[in-house]
């Protein structure tokens, strides 16, 4: 009976499964063109999930071993199972039941696997979606528990005749479950869909520089894409489902649901309208056509499910004033994201949510001209005045009258050049800048200022949606940056760093930055620097989101410290799982309400420390977290610390730079 009924199952299921994939990929293909290799996607494919993908997993252990004892399992019981009992190959005469034995072992390890994720659901984190998301365990254990019971007739544990038709037929229903889950509903809809458009957006990524190769390293791709202002036909922004990239739509329905994006998310957290897993499930929706109604995890903040409809040639979000009809999402749960980046340094699947949410942005702001509070001030500040604080472009120096700060235009080349950023306007990060300026002097660092000459880099811009002023404060500076010459670019603006180092690339501009912490470090490191020992309190340090999760920079802000003699007490949530400080994406200027304030929330996580002060590398930081009140530890900047403890006896590197000068000065 089995033997005439599995094959029938175990085909039935696959030609099913295919005409899916076939109609998953029509889903996919109504978003616009995005060139691939597709032969180069797919032999990169297996290395992109076993290493890099498995090391996003491996950060909880528990679900790690948990998918490699399920999913291995899974895969590896999948394959036999159609060459022992769909093509018949492990009967005991045939391959000695060799392949009888390895199906018996395979499905014993995805049954063990399906029970640890059943004890994950007892009950779920509040992360994780419920609905259909509850039976997955269920199937898992069908399928594998149903595959080790029909297999031991081939290994001769039982009689070929299982004692009854009645008996085989429960067999066979219980494997028809879990076939209908595990391969039909792969491509049908269901939990295990994440498992074939996963393994596809894995092959054809976005960014597939963001992964590993074989030569070893780790890629790091996080400057946004920039749009072709000069083609006609491409959209600014996407206003619709359909207006993403194909392989950005095979990315959403890669989405396991998991729930690590809405932990780590500092909006959520907040209690403002956003959710990045439900975002990109109701970009989800959208792909297909429907409503949010089924949606079976967490909401965003203040709006229920049920609200939200869409199909991929609808408006994503609604017109404001619309009369009747719905939409995918609201303005205010795009506007709430800060762009800290801490769901995709988390997202498993490696799916790219701010690169969604920033091109959603840049239609309300292009083409609507929807940017809420005071972004619309911000952004015509930037037209009318190269700053978003409308400042007279001609003081950008007026903080400096006493510095005595060389010039570029008069100097024309420098080792270093310093890029003041905006922060130059704002007095609370003047002081910052002057302690930089103290300690490169310390150092004997040969720099200059472009001073009136520089304007905004354009990140905010970017970050609100305007790409076309972004691009035309970039090309400004590009343009001036040429009439110089200089080897490095130095900063002490995280935002400023990133678009100059990442995002400037892709307009023409190629240069070598350094954040001043990292720049500071090896200044201490070549023995160009004398510092005194810190004699101050307890000192914890804040990663800038910009500096740690979007270039990886980590470690130099410690050394810094260290060289102090500084022993930092990390708080909880440090290193690439830092919480924002509220600061980026716009957000202090969109100003969408929540329950909590972000920076709040952060300078409770100093307070649970107990240091009495949090070292920042950031303009944008410092401002934030000074702005919080009821609080006793004080906010400071690592180069106001390192300007501090500079002693006036010459460092020994510092001599020997000197003595290195002087030779040169009389050889020529």
Known sequence: MLDILLPILIFAALALAAIGALRRVRLWRQGRPSPVPIAKGLAAMPRRYLVDLHHVVARDRYISNTHVATAGGFVAAAVLMVLVHGLGLGSSQKLEGVLGWLLLAASACMFVGSLFVAERRRPPPPRLSKGPWMRLSKSLMAFSLGVFVITLPSVGILPAD??????????????????????FGMTWGGPMKHAFAGALHLAFHRRPERFSTKEG?????????????????????????????????????????????????????????LNP?????????????????????????????GEHAGD?????VARPFANGGTALVDADTLWSCTTCRACVEECPMMIEHVDAIVDMRRFLTLERGNTPNKGGDVLDNLIATDNPGGFDPGSRLNWAADQNLPLMADRQEAEVLLWLGDGAFDMRNQRTLRALAKVLRAAEVDFAVLGNEERDSGDVARRLGDEATFQRLAKRNIATLSRYRFTHILTCDPHSFHVLKNEYGALGGHYSVFHHSTYIAELFDSGRLNLKAWKGGSVTYHDPCYLGRYNGEYEAPRRVLQALGIEVKEMARSGYRSRCCGGGGGAPITDIPGKRRIPDMRMEDVGETGAELVAVGCPQCTVMLEGVVNTSAEVRDIAELVAEALNEDPAPGRATHRTQQSEEALVS
């Not at 299982?162 to 391969?183: D, F, H, N, P, Q």
């Open 162 to 183: 299982l004692g009854s038709w009645i008996a085989a037929l429960v067999l066979a229903g219980i494997v028809t479950w879990g076939l209908a889950e595990m391969v």
């Open 217 to 273: 390293g780790t890629g790091r791709s996080t400057g946004l894409k920039a749009l072709d202002l000069n083609d006609e036909r491409a959209p600014l922004g996407v206003g619709a489902p359909k207006d993403f990239t194909w392989n950005q739509l095979l990315g959403f329905d890669a989405c396991v649901q998991c729930g690590r994006c809405e932990a780590v998310c500092p909006a959520f957290a907040a209690g403002q309208p």
């Open 277 to 305: 897993k439900k975002l990109i499930q109701d970009m989800v929706v959208g792909m297909v056509g429907g409503s949010d109604a089924h949606y079976a995890g967490s909401p965003y903040p203040g709006k229920p499910i």
């Open 312 to 316: 991929p040639h609808g408006p994503i």
